[in-house]
Structure formats: C-alpha cells, structure tokens
C-alpha cells in the first residue's frame, strides 16, 4: 500500500471520528439542555414554530400586556401627559389647516345653530324617550332636514367647530368618533370625514352575531389596537339620553376610554348633563334648552338672535 492510500485511510478514520465525536457531542449538549434549560432548547431548534404558535393563540393578549406595561410606565415618568399635550396640540393646529369651507362654516357656530332652531322649531305637543319618556310643549325638528344634504353638512360643520373650540379650550386629544347606529348617523360620518379620525357604530340592541358573538360595534378593525383608544360621541340632541349612555357602556366594556359626548342641544327639563355626569360621562351641548327658551327663540326677531345666541 502506497503512502497516498495510507493518507487517504487516516484521513476518512479521523473524519468518522471527528462526525462521532461531533454527533455525540451535540446530543449531549442537546440532552443538557432538555433537562435543564427546557426553554432554551426549544428556542434554538423549535424558536420559529414557537413563534408562530404564540402569535396566532396568544398574539393579542401579549400586545395587551405590553401596551398596557408601556402606558404604565408612560404615565409614572409623566411623559404620557406629554403626549396627550403634543396631540392635543396636533388637533387644535388641524384647525388652521383643515379646508377653506370647513374654516368657514364651522366658525360663528352659537349663531348659526340659533337660526336653525328658530327656523326648525314649533309649538306643539310632544314626547320622546323609550324608558321614561319626557313630554314637552315646543319641538326642535331637526331631524326633518338631516336628509337634506345640504343642511345636513351644515349642522356638521357647526357641531365641529364646538368640539374644535373644546379641544383647544381643554387640551383634549381623541383617537376615534362613535355614533350609534340608531341616533344621528349623518353627523358622525360627515365629522369624521371632516377631522380625519376613524368612525365606530355602536349597535344598539344589535341583532347581529358573527362566530357566535353579538356585533356590539362596527369599525372596530380601523382603530390600531384599540385598547384603551379615546374617542366621543355624537348626536343631535339629547333628552334623557338613555341610549348614548348605553352606547358610553357598550364602547367602555369594549375596552375604548368615552368620557365626552357632543350634541348640538340638551333639554333642560330632564337635567341629562348632571345625570351623565353620575356615569362618568361629560355631556357638552352648543344650548341647553327648555320650552321657555325655545319659545323665546321662535318669537325673537332675527335681528335679535346674534346677541340671544350668547346669553342662552
């Protein structure tokens, strides 16, 4: 046998050696950690799988616990406060930006709603209210021009302008708008539109159920992690008010933060901004309106309504 041969043997021995040695030390290694770092081992050869697994059936609940660890500790350093600041502020300067139309009509806001009222109001016997139904001698029908484009847009714009003015005045920030789907839909759509924020539908006594789970509210999906996103609602008018409160409860249990709801009037008689109050909810209305002050506005002269629209 030549010295090549020879070579070669050594050199094909000390490489089974060398795969023995190597095999047997990694399932050593691999026996080591099995017992004693299960973990570890399960990272190093299994850590895409675990991934995926814990992505699909527990993805959300770990987002949860980090947002919810984040915001925590947001709030304890005090640079939450900031961001609520910064955000706010964001808001308020969309204000000089927004549309040249939107600019226009949602300023002089108190003077225009009067107007409207003055034009849209009639003495008349009238009731509203499912639970506890209130009776009054003056109506506001303000929902015989809603579907009239036009007006519609307008009484947007005016209600806009209110919350514009309370989020500068309040330093607030919001994420969201919600409306529900049995009050004044045409307002939450359009002032979504117009402050660029997504719209949610609360779905009063909904009849809708998707994989066995009742459809509480639409337009979840367009909010980024909605846990614990700030939003309002929207309405025309409110009287007693049950149904906003209930849809304040339907948003809350879904872990949205609703602490404001916006309207364009509140009857006086059923006293409902104390009565959200009690549920933690601030009830902002442009008037706050009984029949002694409606009738007041339907016999003033128009020349009069500009200096009323401040005192009401």
Known sequence: ??????????????????????????????????????????????????????????????????????????????????????????????????DSEIKKNSADYRSRLIHIIQKNSKNIPSKVGLKSPSNYEYYINLRSILPNSAEATMLSYILTGFILDSIENDNKRYDFIAVNRNGNSILGYLISNFLSLPLVIVNYDSRWELGGKKVDIDGLSEIRRPSNKRGFLVDDAVSGG????????????????????????????????????????????????????ICKIIEAKPENLESMANEI
């Open 1 to 98: 046998m030549d010295l090549v041969e020879i070579m070669g043997y050594v050199a094909g021995v000390l490489s089974l050696i060398a795969f023995i040695v190597l095999t047997n030390i990694q399932g050593i290694k691999n026996l080591y950690l099995i017992i004693n770092k299960p973990i570890d081992y399960i990272k190093i050869n299994h850590g895409g799988v675990l991934e995926e697994i814990l992505e699909r059936h527990f993805g959300e609940k770990i987002k949860e616990v980090v947002d919810s660890s984040i915001v925590e500790t947001l709030s304890d350093t005090g640079i939450y406060r900031v961001l609520d600041e910064n955000k706010s502020i964001y808001s308020i300067l969309t204000k000089n930006f927004i």
């Open 242 to 293: 049950s149904i906003l409160k209930e849809s304040c409860s339907i948003l809350r249990k879904n872990g949205l933060q609703i602490d404001d709801v916006y309207v364009l009037f509140t009857r006086k008689e059923d006293d409902a901004i104390s009565d959200y109050k009690n549920d933690s909810i601030n009830l902002h209305s442009i008037f706050d309106l009984d029949d002694k002050a």
